[in-house]
């Protein structure tokens, strides 16, 4: 389904793509979860949220999120189980609950602005819960994380 997206991305213009994109998402609330295994992801630039459930479970071991999203989803990454790094922008404004659990292999977030940008993104307080990461890597330190782990 990645393909087929990016394929419609290529012969529509912003409007309508969104149009066919918000679509598919209303229709199912799961975009990629029909994919046993994603190896690289493109975002398109007319997305902004990382939805809802939207990587469950997939193959994905690397992302760098794009600097047009502003948002992750409710459990956005949960159970990406080799999904070993991740970089977030600063155009990331919030981050809803729940969206790195089962993601075991995640120890650290690299996120491209200083701990006081990092601190302002309105989070959920169960963001991180039942994940592995450890810290934050910013530009100018590292930050711990309270998982929830028990």
Same mark, same amino acid.
């Given at each position: ?9 290529? !012969? !529509? ?15 199912? /609330?799961?975009? &990629?979860?029909?994919?046993?295994? +994603?190896?690289? +992801? ?14 469950? /479970? ?9 600097? =047009?999203?502003?948002?992750? $989803? =409710? $459990?956005? &990454?949960?159970?990406?189980? #080799? !999904? ?12 809803? @609950?729940?969206? &790195? $659990? $089962? ?9 491209? /602005? ?8 309105? *989070?959920?307080? #169960? ?7 450890? *810290?934050?890597?910013?530009?100018? @330190?590292?930050?711990? +994380?309270?998982? /929830?782990?028990?």
């Amino acid at each position: 389904m990645i393909n087929y997206i990016l394929e419609i991305n290529k !012969l !529509l213009n912003d409007n309508e793509f969104e149009q066919i994109y918000n679509m598919l998402y209303k229709e199912s /609330g799961y975009i &990629f979860t029909a994919l046993l295994e +994603v190896s690289n +992801v493109d975002f398109l630039h007319a997305v902004e949220k990382i939805p809802d459930f939207c990587f469950t /479970g997939l193959s994905i071991k690397s992302l760098v999120i794009p600097d =047009n999203i502003t948002e992750i $989803g =409710n $459990g956005a &990454f949960t159970a990406c189980i #080799d !999904l070993e790094s991740l970089t977030i922008p600063t155009s990331i404004k919030y981050i809803n @609950g729940y969206c &790195f $659990g $089962g993601a075991i292999k995640l120890k650290e977030i690299k996120y491209i /602005g200083t701990i006081e940008d990092w601190n302002n993104i309105k *989070k959920l307080d #169960d963001w991180a819960y039942e994940s592995s990461i450890e *810290k934050i890597v910013c530009i100018d @330190g590292e930050i711990p +994380v309270n998982t /929830g782990r028990y």
